[in-house]
């Protein structure tokens, strides 16, 4: 099994500032799967839904995934919608291990700015987001880790973190 550390939870969950921080004390590279997926369209992930539809945006996610699963001791930082495809999930369990950063979608919502929102297309309505969360749940549930983000700072997560690798012999 190859060691990466996956990042999994919902949008504003703490998945990039928690992944940034986690590389740099393990020393491993990090990836934002959200920003590399933007270079890769070339344009934000809100224009890829309206032009491409979140069916391609999805499809490059998994394609994306199969590279990240060859690579070796990188901390991932997944969009909050890889884990629910079970061929995501297959891929970040063998090869490494996924922490799913738990949160309140209250707390999530407090976290994002305006700009935040505006670049993730599916905040655009509350409910909807609501639901989405809802339907994740069984998705994120199915990780090696669940860690309780909300009122966390990012630097006791990633304690946390590495707490739980050391406890189980992977790092």
């Not at 491409?52 to 590279?67: D, I, L, N, P, W």
């Not at 063998?94 to 407090?110: R, T």
């Not at 297309?121 to 994740?136: A, I, M």
Request: with cysteine; hydrophobic share 35%; aromatic share 10%.
């Amino acid at each position: 099994m190859a060691n990466n550390i996956y990042l999994t939870g919902f949008m504003g969950s703490g998945k990039t500032t928690v992944g940034k921080q986690l590389s740099q004390c393990l020393d491993w590279p990090f990836v934002d799967m959200d920003a590399e997926l933007v270079t890769i369209f070339n344009m934000p992930i809100s224009e890829v839904f309206e032009k491409h539809g979140e069916s391609a945006f999805r499809k490059m996610e998994t394609q994306f995934m199969e590279t990240l699963s060859l690579k070796k001791q990188h901390v991932v930082a997944t969009g909050g919608g890889v884990p629910v495809v079970l061929q995501n999930r297959a891929l970040m369990r063998c090869s490494g291990w996924i922490f799913y950063l738990n949160i309140d979608i209250n707390d999530c919502k407090k976290r994002m700015t305006d700009k935040d929102i505006e670049l993730r297309p599916l905040w655009k309505n509350e409910d909807n987001v609501r639901s989405l969360f809802k339907q994740r749940q069984a998705a994120y549930n199915d990780h090696h880790f669940q860690i309780n983000v909300s009122g966390q700072s990012p630097e006791t997560i990633v304690q946390t973190i590495i707490k739980q690798l050391k406890e189980n012999g992977y790092v």
